[in-house]
Nanobody, 125 residues
């Protein structure tokens, strides 16, 4: 059974940084798109960033471009989301997700099959 476990969330002041991690088990780290998403209660889940294991290409939501960086450590089956210059509007539950092989998920939640349980990020002003 595929398992994704996120960590690294917490409380940080505006302008601060956090690095989220997502460790994947029972899944081969190739031919997938890996995405980070976030959700605020009462709102739809939105795509934050994605990366293709196949070619290393990445994508970012306009709201996080220049502040967030997605990366992977394939040997550790881990994907990271480095978040810098955090803003109060970044407050949300953050989830990592994997698409099925050869599915280019991009920033569209419905294209992802496997999801972690989420980690909470709170940015105070």
């Amino acid at each position: 059974e595929v398992q994704l476990v996120e960590s690294g969330g917490g409380l940080v002041q505006a302008g601060g940084s956090l690095r989220l991690s997502c460790v994947a088990s029972e899944i081969t780290f190739d031919e997938y798109t890996i995405g980070w998403f976030r959700q605020v209660p009462g709102k739809e889940r939105e795509g934050v960033s994605s990366i293709s294991i196949t070619d290393g290409s990445s994508d970012y939501a306009d709201s996080v471009k220049g502040r967030f960086t997605i990366s992977t450590d394939n040997a550790k089956n881990t994907v990271y989301l480095q978040m810098n210059n955090l803003r109060p509007e970044d407050t949300a539950d953050y989830y990592c997700a994997f698409s099925l092989p050869d599915v280019v998920g991009g920033l569209i939640p419905n294209l992802y099959t496997y999801w972690g349980q989420g980690t909470q990020v709170t940015v105070s002003s």
